[in-house]
């Protein structure tokens, strides 16, 4: 673990020149105040069951050693975002099997267990998404049909609490590269701000390395959290999406999951630029 981190540091001290030159990604999206009353009311609750939760890994409680990473996450997300006047961050990895839609869940959860904050999440991994388990969820529409605007984004989307929505699909969605990169997202997701006022929009993505579904997608969001896994990914991936996300918006950070050694009860690390 040391030695990934050791690395990291180091390739990103190469390049650090550029980072601090570089002109800052717009701010997208409605600086507006949530609405919770009016929109966010509208949207089904769905509760999470104990079970579900206990076997997917997501921590429901903000007590003990297992939210303790998370809310740590939550704060120094939040913190870095707001500095920067960021709405927009997408979660992805450089390859599969990293964590990265569990990683997604929690930080949702531990962003809304702030009274001032209300969160989005939706789901961009079409190809293997993964959600809608993860949380028990079953709807009439998919998140894609959301994204395609065949579909209005209350009739997928549920509340898991007074300020956590999600967006979820319960099946692999075809042409997946193609819809992400069409040209109505961008109102699309500009219309969701403008009538939810989330604090944050999260957007659970597909691994970087494997397809180009997330590149085509960068432009739509104002940060990334990249999730890698302890003794399986490698720190040239590591550094190849980080020059990757680099050459399309900001890097948020890098979270080291699946850590054996880690003092956290679910063995989360987390690095920042």
């Not at 939706?122 to 388990?133: F, K, Q, T, Y």
Request: charged share 20%.
């Amino acid at each position: 673990m040391e030695r990934i981190q050791a690395a990291i540091a180091k390739a990103r001290a190469e390049r650090q020149g550029t980072h601090d030159t570089a002109a800052p990604h717009p701010v997208l999206g409605n600086a507006g105040q949530h609405d919770i009353s009016g929109h966010w009311e509208a949207l089904p609750r769905h509760p999470l069951d104990p079970k579900v939760a206990e076997h997917n890994r997501i921590v429901q409680s903000g007590q003990g050693g297992e939210s303790a990473a998370f809310d740590l996450m939550r704060t120094r997300t939040l913190k870095m975002m707001q500095e920067n006047g960021w709405k927009r961050l997408a979660i992805t990895s450089p390859t599969a099997g990293c964590g990265k839609s569990t990683v997604a869940i929690n930080l949702g959860l531990s962003l809304t267990r702030r009274d001032d904050v209300s969160t989005i999440l939706i789901e961009a991994d079409m190809r293997r998404p993964s959600l809608a388990d993860k949380l028990g969820i079953r709807r009439n529409y998919l998140a894609a049909d959301v994204l395609r605007g065949a579909a209005p984004f209350a009739d997928n989307a549920c509340r898991i609490s007074d300020r956590f929505a999600v967006s979820t699909n319960d099946r692999p969605v075809p042409n997946s590269s193609d819809l992400l990169q069409a040209p109505q997202v961008g109102e699309i997701l500009r219309q969701i701000e403008q009538s939810y006022a989330p604090t944050l929009m999260i957007f659970d993505m597909p691994p970087l390395l494997v397809n180009d579904d997330t590149i085509g997608f960068l432009n739509h969001v104002d940060c990334v959290m990249l999730v890698a896994a302890a003794e399986q990914t490698s720190i040239k991936q590591v550094d190849e999406s980080e020059r990757e996300i680099a050459s399309h918006t900001n890097v948020l950070g890098v979270v080291l999951n699946k850590c054996k050694f880690s003092g956290g009860t679910y063995g989360y690390g987390y690095d920042y630029y």
